[in-house]
T-cell receptor, first 116, second 114 residues
C-alpha cells in the first residue's frame, strides 16, 4: 500500500526567506510524486511532478522539489517566499507498478503562512 | 478555455435528503474522479471512472453513488445513507489510464447538512 506523510501541519516563514514543505512517502515500487497547492475554498492546482530523471524538479511559481530515493522524501522548496504563497500544500504519490490507472494518495496537507 | 466545472459551489441539505453534485469537463479526458476533503485529512477518493459507463469504488464509497453516461459528465449523488456528508467535494480528471500527468481539479462544492 502507498502512503504519504506531511509531518508539519503548518509552516510559518517571513517573506523573502526560504520556504520548505516536507513530504515523505512509502510505496512498494517506484513512485510518481506530485505537489499541489490549494487556496481557500478553491480546487487544487498542480505545481510540479517527479516521474523519472533529474532528482531536482522545477515547477510553477518558482517552486522546486528534490526527489531523494534513499530518504523516500520529496520536499518542496522556494528560495524566497512571497505573501501570496500562503496556502495549503499537498504532496501526493502514485505507485507506478500497482496503480496503473492513476490513483493518487494524498498527504494531509501543510498550511503555509508567509508574513510580511 | 478548457477546464472542470462543478456546481453548485455551496449546497445546504436537510438530513434524509439526497443531493447531486454536478461535474462537467471539456478537457477530453477519459478518467474522472470524486474526492472528499475534510480538515486535516487530506483528500479521500470516493469514486473514479476510467471510461463511459464504467466506474469503480474508491476508499470511501459508502453512502455515495455516481454515473458516467457521457465522457464529459460525472455527477455524484450524496445519499441519505452517508452518515457525515458535510464536507468539501472535489471533482478531478486526467488524461486516462497509465498516465504520468497530473489531475485537473474543479473549484469544489461545499455541502452542509443542517
Amino acid at each position: 500500500a502507498q502512503s504519504v506523510a506531511q509531518p508539519e501541519d503548518q509552516v510559518n516563514v517571513a517573506e523573502g526567506n526560504p520556504l520548505t514543505v516536507k513530504c515523505t512517502y512509502s510505496v512498494s515500487g517506484n513512485p510518481y510524486l506530485f505537489w499541489y497547492v490549494q487556496y481557500p475554498n478553491r480546487g487544487l492546482q498542480f505545481l510540479l511532478k517527479y516521474i523519472t530523471g533529474d532528482n531536482l524538479v522545477k515547477g510553477s511559481y518558482g517552486f522546486e522539489a528534490e526527489f531523494n530515493k534513499s530518504q523516500t522524501s520529496f520536499h518542496l522548496k522556494k528560495p524566497s517566499a512571497l505573501v501570496s504563497d500562503s496556502a495549503l500544500y499537498f504532496c501526493a504519490v502514485r505507485d507506478r507498478v500497482t496503480d496503473s490507472w492513476g490513483k493518487l494518495q494524498f498527504g494531509a496537507g501543510t498550511q503555509v503562512v508567509v508574513t510580511p | 478555455d478548457g477546464g472542470i466545472t462543478q456546481s453548485p459551489k455551496y449546497l445546504f441539505r436537510k438530513e434524509g435528503q439526497n443531493v447531486t453534485l454536478s461535474c462537467e469537463q471539456n478537457l477530453n479526458h477519459d478518467a474522472m474522479y470524486w474526492y472528499r476533503q475534510d480538515p486535516g485529512q487530506g483528500l479521500r477518493l470516493i469514486y473514479y471512472s476510467q471510461i463511459v459507463n464504467d466506474f469503480q469504488k474508491g476508499d470511501i464509497a459508502e453512502g455515495y453513488s455516481v454515473s458516467r453516461e457521457k465522457k464529459e459528465s460525472f455527477p455524484l449523488t450524496v445519499t441519505s445513507a452517508q452518515k457525515n456528508p458535510t464536507a468539501f467535494y472535489l471533482c478531478a480528471s486526467s488524461i486516462g489510464l497509465a498516465h504520468t500527468g497530473e489531475l485537473f481539479f474543479g473549484e469544489g462544492s461545499r455541502l452542509t447538512v443542517l
